[in-house]
């Protein structure tokens, strides 16, 4: 590595003037100097582009990372903030590989566009680790592993608890009339959560509104539900991709005067959402204003430092590795989910879990 070579070689020129000088306490400092560039020397190089700061998983998220790759567990980070912008990304990505970092960490703002500079790392001989959100490239070569959540089955999840609570209050399917506020257009996160409702609508015969984009983000989700308030008088089901659009939501629907809650019959709004990752969102789960949360994990630090310090030992990482989640709420109605075979219980929080 260029740079670590240069400093190597600063390091040791200042060591040999040092020496000259040959005094007791100089020896000391350079000494000392000479450890901590020995230790920079060893530490691997990672350079990490985040998609941005749109949520608070995101900053969960990017907390955790940052927790890992530190000095004292043996890592140099570099740290990108695409700000949502794939050309962002892909300026940080040439810039890793230009100052040839030891492996790539990418968590990529929408799945498609990645096939080219993910061949100038592979060519780079750079491994490159994707993280949360997936890339759809046309060799999979072109990436070492992936870890995150399976958001299809996170949107099924979800969904499925609205089917449960509709058939427990004898709710008839042609009743519930739902809008979708979506998040980062072309993101998995989005794909997945998208998908998982709007095969449930058709299945079930829901009135599926609207699908609009609400950015994963609290004032897009504000601003997007006050305009669909207008444009529909009987939405009673919100579903949104992420928690902060459903803050925003619940403080849209709330300056319109109506309630968010589980009374669906007496005229209140269910919110479904996605997330679960702080105090609010627990907060809102314990008042009903959202009904159910389909947890999704942003703890992905550990996972990724796990994945390279097995790259670095010379084992080979599964290729796609889905983290397991959970299903929140604090009405007790539906209790478990059936999905695809697979049982899945649902977490009642109480006021204990605020704590
Ligand atoms: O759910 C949302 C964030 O990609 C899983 O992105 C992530 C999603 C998360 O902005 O809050």
Known sequence: MYWKKALAAAVFFMLGMLQMGCGSSLDHKSESLGREEEEAEHRIVVGFSQLGAESDWRSENTESMKSSFTEENGYT????DGQQKQ??????IRMFIQQEVDYIVLAP????GWD???????DAGIPVIIVDRKVDVSDDSLFTCW???DFELEGKKAAEWLNQYALAKGLASGDIHVVNIQGTKGSSAQIGRTKGLADAAAANGWDLMAEVI???TRA???EVMESLLKQYDNINVVYCENDNEAFGAIEAIEAAGRKAGPDIAGGEIMVISFDGVNEEAIRYILEGKIICIAECNPLHGPRVQAIIELLEEGGKPEKWQYVDEEIYSANETVKSLMIDGMEYKVTILTQKDRE
């Not at 980070?77 to 990108?80: A, K, N, P, Q, V």
């Not at 050309?87 to 940080?92: D, G, K, S, V």
């Not at 080219?116 to 592979?122: D, G, M, N, P």
Request: hydrophobic fraction near 40%; charge should be neutral.
């Open 116 to 122: 080219t500079v993910l061949q100038e790392a592979k």
């Open 147 to 149: 870890v995150g959540s």
């Open 77 to 80: 980070l570099i740290f990108e």
């Open 214 to 216: 609400g950015d994963f």
């Open 87 to 92: 050309a962002n990304q892909i300026r940080a």
């Open 220 to 222: 897009k989700g504000k």
């Open 109 to 112: 703002v929408t799945e498609t």
